[in-house]
């Protein structure tokens, strides 16, 4: 089986279980597992960094990580959106020193905190939200892998994520249009503030996912697991929504 084929079946599985996370479970069961899933994604962070104990640590920093979401949350957001800025200047300028690996994940981890609890928050305040977010997210990944794979050539930033091409992006662009249509059909929405929304989508999908590729390459990682067949890790599948989720719950928040 090739790795293309593994990397659908796996992601039709991942999506079969959070359709039956979301039609079976009731909210509280829905509340842990999303915990557990922040859990494990700032485990697989901290493993990268081959450290003993990477399950001690990730409880350590990750426990009061989301308990300062709870408690301020404007203050981690903001923390997470200024790093998120100076974190990608310094990744286009291509600084690789090896001191950059440890300080990604060290603020990596509160990047996990406000994603877990944001992904709570936003699934108990607006599932429509969450819900077409997840489809914004998953066809940017998925359409800009297959347009990337079947007619990429124009790599974007080799150093970093070599298999990243403009043909892959335009894909995803593509899918971005067709979403953008299909909700100005759907939903009565402002063409403006639209359009304003889903580039804002893109833009956080891809430096989500160039970042993680970043901080890999740094560390000399490959994958950041291998939970996930023909994906790698958790963070691997999941780091183009880092971003994107707390952004869509601070738009839910303001509506």
Request: net charge neutral; with cysteine; hydrophobic share 55%.
């Given at each position: 089986?090739?790795?293309?084929?593994?990397?659908?079946?796996?992601?039709?599985?991942?999506?079969?279980?959070?359709?039956?996370?979301?039609?079976?479970?009731?909210?509280?069961?829905?509340?842990?597992?999303?915990?557990?899933?922040?859990?494990?994604?700032?485990?697989?962070?901290?493993?990268?960094?081959?450290?003993?104990?990477?399950?001690?640590?990730?409880?350590?920093?990750?426990?009061?990580?989301?308990?300062?979401?709870?408690?301020?949350?404007?203050?981690?957001?903001?923390?997470?959106?200024?790093?998120?800025?100076?974190?990608?200047?310094?990744?286009?300028?291509?600084?690789?020193?090896?001191?950059?690996?440890?300080?990604?994940?060290?603020?990596?981890?509160?990047?996990?905190?406000?994603?877990?609890?944001?992904?709570?928050?936003?699934?108990?305040?607006?599932?429509?939200?969450?819900?077409?977010?997840?489809?914004?997210?998953a066809g940017?990944?998925?359409?800009?892998?297959?347009?990337?794979?079947?007619?990429?050539?124009?790599?974007?930033?080799p150093a970093?994520?070599?298999?990243?091409?403009?043909?892959?992006?335009?894909?995803?662009?593509?899918?971005?249009?067709?979403?953008?249509?299909?909700?100005?059909?759907?939903?009565?929405?402002?063409?403006?503030?639209?359009?304003?929304?889903?580039?804002?989508?893109?833009?956080?999908?891809?430096?989500?996912?160039?970042?993680?590729?970043?901080?890999?390459?740094?560390?000399?990682?490959?994958?950041?697991?291998?939970?996930?067949?023909?994906?790698?890790?958790?963070?691997?599948?999941?780091?183009?929504?880092?971003?994107?989720?707390?952004?869509?719950?601070?738009?839910?928040?303001?509506?």
């Amino acid at each position: 089986m090739s790795q293309t084929q593994t990397r659908i079946i796996s992601a039709l599985l991942l999506v079969s279980v959070f359709a039956l996370v979301f039609a079976v479970f009731p909210d509280t069961w829905v509340w842990w597992l999303f915990l557990a899933f922040g859990g494990l994604i700032l485990l697989e962070s901290m493993q990268m960094l081959d450290m003993p104990l990477p399950g001690l640590f990730a409880g350590v920093f990750g426990v009061p990580g989301y308990l300062l979401c709870h408690h301020y949350f404007d203050v981690m957001l903001g923390f997470v959106a200024f790093t998120w800025l100076i974190r990608s200047v310094l990744m286009l300028y291509g600084h690789k020193h090896h001191y950059m690996g440890y300080m990604l994940t060290w603020i990596g981890w509160i990047d996990i905190a406000v994603f877990t609890f944001c992904l709570q928050q936003l699934y108990f305040l607006n599932t429509d939200y969450l819900l077409i977010s997840a489809g914004l997210i998953a066809g940017i990944d998925s359409c800009g892998y297959f347009a990337g794979k079947f007619y990429g050539k124009m790599r974007i930033i080799p150093a970093i994520s070599p298999n990243k091409t403009l043909e892959g992006y335009m894909g995803a662009f593509v899918w971005l249009m067709v979403c953008f249509l299909m909700l100005l059909i759907v939903r009565d929405i402002q063409i403006l503030y639209l359009t304003l929304f889903l580039s804002m989508v893109y833009v956080l999908a891809i430096t989500g996912d160039l970042l993680v590729s970043y901080q890999k390459r740094i560390l000399g990682v490959k994958d950041t697991g291998s939970m996930i067949p023909g994906h790698g890790g958790l963070l691997d599948r999941f780091d183009s929504w880092m971003y994107v989720i707390p952004f869509v719950y601070l738009i839910a928040l303001i509506n």
